[in-house]
């Protein structure tokens, strides 16, 4: 009759020890709990580690959103972007579906983009994008500095910029050969006007030579010749206007640096003129003697 009691007996002392140990492993577990509150409400360095993960986490997640918007939109833009600021709406609702973010943290992810000093590669614009946003309250999108783009876009945008440069470097260098033949055609026509020029002077001045020596011998009335009447022997009616800068300059060029013409002006059938009377070089010496 007593042998029944053993088993349980052994029962009852295996029941109490899992209890007893169950109790222990509670107490262990609630005495961590309260161990861990404590060093969250006493050590505000843990919170600000956290938070700050939190916000890096946010930030990391806005960035690369960004970044792949921008390269969607500088490669084709397949989603049909209107641009490459992204709405702030657009970005927080991403923001809270991917991370779990409310609206505050998203909102100081902001204000500490607007506070730092480093580059994040994430610019905030408003209305008006020449100027500088200042409070979050302003903030209306969003744009990646650095956009992100795949291979694919990246070769033909390079391929694409290489040709670029080429056609300018072989416009701009057309447009030099240009100018150089310009230049070249420029200076020939200079020289054939000095030219043209210098045998103007050269038939002027056998002209008002002529006309002096028939003078002398009373084969005209004057011994001046008037300056418009010797353009008009020199120089047809047809090639007057093609010719005049070579006369001005020609008219020039003996008024100061041929002695032996002489400007002068006479009145000859009741209208004042220029003439030019030519001055024998040996009178100054026939004086002298």
């Not at 009691?5 to 709990?33: M, Y």
């Not at 080429?166 to 447009?175: E, Q």
């Not at 220029?274 to 002298?288: A, Y």
Request: proline share 4%.
């Amino acid at each position: 009759m007593g042998k029944p009691a053993a088993p349980q007996e052994a029962e009852d002392n295996i029941s109490r020890f899992v209890l007893s140990i169950s109790g222990r492993i509670q107490f262990k577990v609630k005495h961590l709990q309260q161990i861990i509150k404590k060093q969250i409400i006493h050590n505000p360095q843990f919170c600000q580690a956290k938070q700050k993960a939190a916000l890096l986490e946010l930030l990391h997640e806005l960035y690369n959103f960004l970044a792949i918007q921008a390269g969607n939109f500088e490669c084709g833009n397949p989603e049909k972007l209107k641009s490459k600021c992204i709405p702030v709406m657009e970005a927080q609702e991403h923001i809270a579906n991917a991370t779990g973010s409310d609206l505050a943290k998203f909102e100081a992810a902001l204000t500490w983009i607007l506070s730092s000093n480093k580059d994040v590669g994430i610019w905030l614009k408003g209305e008006d994008p020449s100027e500088l946003v200042t409070t979050v309250d302003k903030v209306v999108c969003l744009e990646s500095a650095r956009p992100r783009m795949g291979v694919g876009c990246r070769l033909s945008r390079a391929l694409l910029t290489a040709i670029t440069n080429v056609l300018i470097f072989f416009w701009c260098l057309a447009f030099l050969w240009g100018l150089l033949i310009l230049l070249k055609y420029r200076w020939r026509k200079l020289e054939e006007e000095e030219q043209a020029m210098y045998e103007m002077v050269k038939k002027i001045i056998d002209v008002v030579q002529d006309h002096y020596v028939d003078w002398e011998q009373d084969m005209e009335r004057y011994p001046y010749v008037g300056i418009l009447h010797v353009r008009d022997t020199l120089i047809p009616p047809q090639s007057r206007r093609r010719m005049k800068r070579v006369w001005d300059r020609a008219v020039e060029f003996l008024a100061s640096n041929e002695s032996r013409i002489q400007t002068e002006s006479h009145r000859v059938a009741g209208e004042d003129m220029l003439v030019w009377r030519w001055t024998k070089p040996s009178s100054f010496s026939d004086s002298e003697r």
